[in-house]
């Protein structure tokens, strides 16, 4: 039977999928988020806004969830300083815009860089920094849902926010504008999400062989 979620747990700091470029996807693929059955795009767009909701987030792109597919979600809410103050239903009602973006492109617009804004991302928990240069202004060109062609314009934090989902399509994490010395303060936290990302892909990989088939499944003495 089809496991259907209502959550998908969102990867870690580690895992080989966050480093990977994704590919492009059309509105009318299917897709297969591991350890769970085949969905509808709009399924998976659903239920990545909820999983985004429920971490108290602005944006989760697909690979954050295991997917290799140049996907993201992303939220304007009316107050920036208060995302991470309520409860889930009251963070919902924040929200002034919802967007899913596939295949999106972003051009710069304004290359005026902004580097005071405090980032952090869902792949690495409780790690937040300041001095991530973002441009200050940018469009989005991307399809929707429906196979529709999008365009919208950002500036400060929502453009921030698009420009580091839209990373995270091209394998890159916001550590990666960093310097070393800033990192090497969070080197144990980041060595333990590293140890928990390959044990949850231990425990998904033990998961996906016993969905299998007995007649597929690895026969050992």
């Not at 690495?124 to 365009?151: F, S």
Request: charged share 30%.
């Amino acid at each position: 039977m089809t496991q259907v979620p209502s959550l998908y747990p969102i990867r870690l700091y580690g895992d080989p999928v966050l480093r990977r470029k994704a590919r492009p996807l059309k509105h009318t693929d299917t897709l297969t988020v591991p350890g769970y059955g085949s969905q509808s795009l709009r399924e998976v767009a659903n239920t990545m806004l909820e999983t985004m909701f429920e971490a108290r987030g602005v944006g989760l792109a697909a690979p954050q969830v295991g997917l290799g597919v140049r996907m993201f979600v992303a939220v304007e809410y009316d107050d920036n300083e208060e995302e991470n103050e309520g409860q889930e239903t009251e963070l919902k009602s924040k929200v002034l815009r919802d967007f899913v973006m596939l295949n999106p492109k972003v051009t710069v617009i304004d290359k005026k860089k902004d580097r005071a804004e405090t980032e952090g991302c869902l792949s690495i928990p409780d790690v937040y920094e300041e001095g991530v240069p973002r441009a200050r202004a940018v469009r989005v060109d991307y399809t929707d849902l429906d196979g529709n062609p999008q365009t919208v314009e950002a500036e400060d934090y929502l453009a921030r926010v698009f420009q580091h989902e839209n990373d995270h399509l091209n394998g890159k994490l916001f550590l990666d504008y960093l310097p070393q010395d800033v990192l090497n303060d969070h080197r144990a936290a980041l060595l333990s999400m590293q140890r928990q990302a390959k044990l949850n892909l231990e425990r998904l990989a033990q998961q996906a062989r016993q969905q299998q088939p007995d007649g597929h499944r690895d026969k050992r003495l």
